[in-house]
């Protein structure tokens, strides 16, 4: 739980983030990914990030891929990734809170 709760909380969001949004969302547009700015994405990439960030969390897809959605919003509007950044981090917060408080594990 000491290195878990931490990992879950503050690298996996910015790893994921990166990955899903800061990478993937643009990489959908155009192969030179760097030159897409994230409010140019549009809807089907968004929507594609999405559904692969949802498929990477097993059975946990249905949420993640909404939240992936609500991320990749944050993203699109913003024109930033530290949003969906600390966005994502509450949400494993809560999501841990979740586990080990009221010993949820299924959601871990």
Same mark, same amino acid.
């Given at each position: 739980? +000491? ?13 994921? #983030? +990166? ?13 030179? /990914?760097?030159?897409?700015? /994230? #409010? ?16 990477? *969390? ?14 990749? +919003? ?13 966005? *994502? ?20």
């Amino acid at each position: 739980m +000491l290195a878990r709760i931490p990992a879950s909380v503050l690298i996996v969001p910015i790893a994921e #983030e +990166l990955a899903y949004r800061g990478y993937l969302l643009r990489r959908l547009v155009s192969r030179d /990914f760097t030159a897409v700015s /994230f #409010e140019a994405s549009g809807a089907w990439p968004l929507l594609a990030s999405a559904v692969v960030f949802g498929a990477a *969390h097993g059975t946990m897809w249905p949420p993640a891929a909404i939240a992936g959605l609500a991320y990749g +919003l944050l993203v699109i509007r913003t024109g930033r990734i530290g949003e969906a950044v600390c966005a *994502h981090a509450a949400t494993n917060g809560l999501i841990a809170a979740a586990a080990v408080l009221g010993n949820r594990w299924e959601l871990w």
